[in-house]
């Protein structure tokens, strides 16, 4: 069962441009809410997390808004580059295991 | 800081016969992954150790994959005999606590 939907599945965006991927969930026991950003042949890097306590959390182009009523959040990057170009996952975590569900991804292109 | 260390990268198998990933986590974790990641999909735990003990083995198809972590350090993943559903990138990580997780660069299994 997934534990969390996420969409779209690719997104292509000029460069300059804003990236926006969405994630929802269902199950309000997770408090930990991380994007993680996947280059070919690499392993999932923490890109920037977010705790539900907050509605928006920035990180230089990297901004996580968050919903909390609607178990909804989300990614935006802001003037998108084409080093962007990857494969972003959200997750859900905050269990007293530490294990992260994971969502399918979103493939990002970024065009110059 | 050195990262977590996967070996081997990429390995080609065929159906029915055994194989074994190595996974060295960032010195000082104590909680350890192992995450399956099928093409296309985002990863899924199969098991989690802290320190040489495990909290989490509920995804593992424990007729055919077993993991030991020895010493709490280094840990093992085999598969025995795989399968062809088996073919995905087997990614461990590591985390001080229940966040921040990083990850290895993987192992590629292409089972023929």
């Known amino acids: 069962q997934q534990q969390v939907k996420q969409s779209p599945q690719s997104l292509i965006v000029q460069k300059g441009g804003i990236s926006i991927i969405n994630c929802a969930y269902e199950?309000?026991?997770?408090?930990?809410f991380p994007w993680y950003q996947q280059f070919p042949g690499k392993g999932p890097a923490l890109l920037i997390a977010?705790?539900?306590?907050?509605s928006e959390k920035k990180e230089g182009r990297f901004t996580i808004s968050f919903n909390k009523s609607a178990k909804q959040f989300s990614l935006h990057i802001m003037d998108s580059q084409p080093g962007d170009s990857a494969t972003y996952f959200c997750?859900?975590?905050?269990?007293?295991?530490?294990?992260?569900?994971f969502g399918r991804g979103t493939q990002l292109t970024v065009w110059p | 800081e050195a990262g977590v260390a996967q070996s081997p990268r990429y390995k080609i198998i065929e159906k029915r016969q055994s194989v074994a990933f190595w996974c060295n986590p960032i010195?000082?974790?104590?909680?350890l992954y192992w995450y399956q990641q099928i093409l296309g999909q985002g990863p899924k735990l199969l098991i989690q150790?802290?320190?040489?003990?495990?909290?989490?083995d509920s995804q593992l198809p424990k007729d055919r994959f077993s993991a030991e972590r020895l010493k709490g350090v280094d840990s093992t993943l085999k598969i025995q005999p795989a399968k062809l559903e088996d073919s995905a990138v087997y990614l461990c990580?590591?985390?001080?606590?229940?966040?921040?997780?990083?990850f290895g660069q993987g192992t590629r299994l292409t089972v023929v």
């Open positions: 997750a859900l975590g905050g269990s007293t295991l530490g294990r992260l569900y």
């Open positions: 199950n309000t026991a997770f408090d930990y």
């Open positions: 150790f802290q320190n040489n003990g495990v909290v989490d």
């Open positions: 010195s000082g974790h104590a909680t």
């Open positions: 977010i705790r539900p306590d907050v």
């Open positions: 990580a590591s985390s001080l606590g229940r966040e921040r997780a990083f």
